[in-house]
């Protein structure tokens, strides 16, 4: 009897069904190449703070701003632009924070960067009360930009940066929003202890040398007399410091604020002629890259508002110096 198969001939049903129950079940069987994470790359150490918390190790993730180096101290190196370039995504606070970065981020695509501040109201620059057109500006920029040193709005961001993440990479979208809620849960304990320490005290008034604390005295109830921010200028008027002076001994302001290791010599000369002592406070963005780094230094800087206010014009005790997000002492 002939075999009904030939060769080149139609192939017999149970065999085509069992090439195709073989290759299905080796195509299922063999693992899934592995899916390289998100290349992230962040322009300053609170956001990097905050993409560490989201995504952990399902993003590769870096920071373009070294420790202890500001954005107007910064220079872009060639490997810095090759990290823009070969970013998957680039998450900068905007508001012209990264104005320093301009001219590299417009060779970057422009889908692949996240505008962390997006939809944020930023607060204005500061100017004396009744200032005339002709009185100098301290700061220079139309706008704030430090807006992550208020935890409420620091809550903002993150919550931006977690929706682009996921939106950006959808599997792994579960563990954005899980560390996304984490972090929101920490800022909320962060934003009632502040609100709980500061609120009941008396005579909160602020001299600072740098805008971006004007956050915390917006949100917390803290009067500001004056910033001597000389950021990007060549120096601050005399007119300016007269009228600071005045203010100072005016309002009784119990201390004079700085940030942390760089005090401006406009606030050490107020400091020496008015005994009033300078109060470290910590805006992060040139802090130490680590996941803890906003929680440590909001504590710290709540801890120095709460001393300083208390205290009046007793300086605080020395071990409490310094303290922060990891900044190296000089300036």
């Known amino acids: 009897m002939k075999s009904r198969y030939q060769p080149g001939g139609a192939k017999p049903a149970f065999v085509v069904l069992l090439a195709w129950s073989l290759t299905a079940f080796l195509g299922w069987s063999s693992p899934a190449p592995p899916v390289r994470p998100l290349r992230v790359v962040t322009t300053i150490a609170p956001l990097y703070c905050f993409v560490q918390n989201i995504a952990g190790e399902a993003v590769e993730l870096s920071n373009l701003l070294p420790p202890n180096v500001e954005p107007h101290d910064y220079v872009l190196s060639p490997g810095d632009m090759r990290r823009l370039l070969d970013a ?50 301290p700061g220079g920029a139309p706008a704030n930009p430090h807006v992550w040193l208020d935890p409420r709005r620091a809550q903002t961001e993150v919550e931006t940066i977690a929706q682009e993440l996921c939106r950006r990479n959808p599997p792994k979208a579960s563990e954005y929003q ?105 805006s992060m963005e040139s802090g130490a890259l680590r996941a803890d780094l906003y929680e440590r230094a909001a504590e710290s800087n709540r801890l120095s508002l709460v001393r300083a206010f208390q205290a009046g014009s007793r300086p605080l005790p020395q071990e409490d110096h310094g303290k922060g997000s990891g900044n190296r002492a000089g300036g």
Request: net charge neutral.
């Open 88 to 137: 998957d995504v680039v998450i900068r606070n905007g508001l012209g924070l990264e104005s320093f970065l301009e001219a590299a981020l417009s060779k970057v695509e422009r889908s692949k960067v996240i505008d962390a501040a997006a939809g944020i109201l930023p607060l204005p620059e500061w100017v004396p009360p009744g200032a005339s057109a002709g009185w100098e500006r």
């Open 178 to 282: 899980a560390g996304a809620e984490r972090l929101l849960a920490a800022l909320r304990r962060i934003d009632d202890r502040y609100r709980r320490s500061l609120e009941p005290l008396p005579g909160k008034k602020m001299v600072c040398d740098h805008q971006a604390f004007a956050y915390l005295a917006d949100r917390y109830g803290i009067e500001v007399i004056a910033f001597l921010d000389a950021r990007g200028h060549a120096g601050l008027s005399p007119k300016l410091l007269a009228w600071t002076m005045a203010a100072i001994v005016r309002e009784r302001v119990p201390a004079l604020f700085s940030e942390v290791n760089r005090v401006s010599p406009e606030l050490r000369s107020l400091s020496r002629d008015t005994g009033i002592p300078i109060v470290p406070l910590d």
